[in-house]
């Protein structure tokens, strides 16, 4: 049994870029977690979309041992988190399954949007935490300005931070001991009854449901029968392990450990996670808090182009949901794009890994809608309604005020951009709370509505700061607009699909934008079609997609001008019926693109 003195839990946190899958390798590497020739680059970074796009999506557990220069010998539990805004659920699981967070901050670039977010998840979470200054071999390096920075923005004493170089392995043994000597170890009892809070699970082809444990209390062993708190439902233990970060079967887990479990668990919905589980003949009168409920604040509506795929659809967003709890997905139907699904994010990063994991790894081939956020209208009946969907826009006659969601975004930004930046956040319908400065660097703090964030302010502001704003939000209250819904009808049908609820200010650009973009993007018929933008009733944009032209006279050769005027009089009645009788056919590919609409 390990003495629960040894053992350390503990999460690495930082911004994005700032070095937490390196330093992870460095510490898998250090401690001979892996042989040499089975080590590589961000080896905890297992999904091929995390190595292609270079950033940590899934938090990934590991279990290190390490000999202290004290000569004792100490179980490490390491997680490696996301760093993106979007990601923030996956890193509060884990601080919830830790009693100590690593906070890596670059010291050649300094504390930024999510070094904070994260310092203060870790801190709410009752967190002691361990500061390390990393890429120190760095010509641009600044330790003794971004210790300075550390305890004046984050208010964490920096004096003992570590400063190491997670590249070159430089430092990595007193990083190790600072973790050993300044974080606590886990509380419990291994005598009491068996109570596990369930921090993460995902589905194996071969093994059914794996679920990864925090054992608080009791131990967990193989053959044993327990049960889901939430669910009630009760599985015998068919394998307990551990990752080292190879799998590694075990025959139990003590308290304060952290490994996995499979069950035979064939049903995605009796695994949640944040659920307790507990010994199913002895169980615990209480469950465990768990975690907060992740709130989707992005929605977008998700069709397979092929409806046959419907079936593998659904059952992939089920398996889908099983490793990512914080999205959510309703079904719905469109008349343009058939049967399909409402989904919910955590913000536009989450949305485009979510639908992209279902095209690698469910083999789907899919159409999304444009990204909207929750909108409350209030009736004139004094009823409220919630609107995730622009199609379920109620008639104009019945709304008294439309609410929209605001957030508090934090920009940290080199003083050379600040200007562009500031002017983004202002054409945006921006409200500036305050700006400091944060030693050459600029921090400023805006008010925005989310609905002008979730299309492209990410990658706008990433553009004009040439790479270098880092930002952060948190979604703080409802606020009335002045909100309209643009309308878009194609030969006088309205397209569900192209709908959206904007600011009436910028309505008119919007609908110009979108009209201008599908004459591109629809094939031309042998009938005139027209692209209208509209609000209500009145037309606020227009576009014409001109009729192909037959040359119907090629054939007449010499002769009477009016026997061509006859065949053109002729062409001409036959597309008139035809625009009167036709469906306009709009490829797949035009939708897709028509809802990639940008501002330019």
């Known amino acids: 049994m390990t003495n629960l003195k040894y053992i350390r839990n503990f999460a690495i946190i930082a911004h994005i870029d700032h070095g937490k899958s390196t330093l992870a390798d460095r510490l898998i590497q250090h401690c001979g977690g892996l042989s040499a020739r089975e080590m590589s680059e961000q080896v905890l970074d297992s999904m091929e979309l995390e190595r292609e796009r270079g950033i940590t999506i899934k938090a990934q557990t590991v279990r290190l041992s390490y000999k202290a220069r004290n000569g004792n010998t100490y179980s490490l539990n390491l997680m490696d988190t996301p760093g993106h805004v979007d990601f923030s659920y996956e890193v509060s699981r884990s601080l919830a399954a830790c009693e100590g967070s690593l906070l890596i901050v670059d010291s050649s670039q300094g504390v930024e949007a999510q070094t904070l977010a994260n310092a203060y998840l870790a801190i709410d979470a009752g967190h002691e935490i361990v500061t390390v200054l990393n890429k120190i071999d760095l010509p641009a390096s600044e330790p003794v ?60 082809a071969y093994l059914g449901v794996v679920a990864l444990l925090r054992i608080k209390n009791g131990r967990i062993s193989k053959g044993q029968k327990i049960r889901m708190m939430a669910t009630e439902k009760s599985y015998q233990i068919d394998r307990v392990g551990i990752f080292t970060p190879n799998r590694v079967e075990k025959d139990s887990l003590e308290t304060g450990e952290i490994g996995f479990i499979t069950a035979s668990i064939r049903s995605v919905i009796d695994c949640q996670v944040g659920d307790t589980i507990t010994d199913d003949r002895d169980p615990v009168a209480e469950p465990l808090a768990g975690f907060k409920p992740s709130v989707p604040v992005v929605f977008c509506s998700i069709f397979p182009s092929d409806s046959a795929q419907y079936e593998d659809l659904r059952d992939s967003l089920s398996k889908l949901h099983l490793n990512d709890a914080s999205f959510h997905f309703d079904p719905e139907s469109s008349a343009a794009l058939g049967l399909g699904y409402r989904c919910g994010f955590l913000g536009l990063l989450h ?106 302010f990410y990658d706008r502001l990433k553009s004009i700061s040439r790479g270098y704003a880092s930002f952060d939000y948190e979604i703080e209250n409802y606020r009335a607009s002045d909100l309209v819904k643009v309308d878009l009808l194609i030969n006088g049908e309205p397209v569900d699909a192209l709908s959206m609820i904007v600011h009436r200010s910028q309505s008119e650009a919007r609908g110009r934008a979108l009209c201008a973009r599908l004459k591109n993007l629809i ?77 330019s």
């Open 145 to 204: 300005k971004v210790r300075e920075q550390i305890e004046e923005v984050i208010g964490l004493d920096a004096s003992n931070a570590v400063e190491i170089s997670a590249k070159s392995g430089k430092g990595i043994e007193d990083a190790l001991e600072e973790l050993v000597l300044s974080l606590p170890p886990p509380e419990g009892n291994s005598d009491s009854s068996l109570q596990a809070l369930l921090v993460d699970s995902w589905y194996d």
């Open 351 to 456: 949305m485009e890994i979510v639908q992209q994991r279902l095209e690698r790894e469910f083999k789907l081939e899919l159409v999304a809608t444009a990204p909207s956020v929750i909108y409350k209208i209030h009736l004139t009946d004094e009823t409220t309604i919630k609107l995730h969907n622009p199609s379920d826009f109620p008639n104009v006659t019945r709304i008294k005020e439309i609410d929209e969601p605001w957030i508090k975004a934090s920009i940290i930004v080199p003083d050379e951009y600040l200007g562009a930046v500031l002017q983004l956040c202002t054409d945006r319908r921006g409200e500036q709370i305050d700006l400091t400065y944060v030693g050459a660097r600029a921090m400023a703090i805006y008010r925005l509505p989310l609905n002008e964030v979730v299309f492209d």
């Open 523 to 599: 094939p031309r018929q042998l009938f005139k079609v027209a692209l209208q933008a509209v609000i209500g009733g009145k037309v606020i944009a227009r576009e014409t997609v001109g009729a192909m032209r037959k040359d119907v006279t090629s054939k007449c050769y010499g002769g009477d001008i009016t026997r061509k005027r006859k065949l053109l009089e002729k062409q001409k009645a036959g597309k008139k019926r035809m625009r009167q009788y036709g469906n306009v056919e709009i490829p797949q590919s035009a939708f897709i693109a028509a809802l990639r609409m940008d501002d």
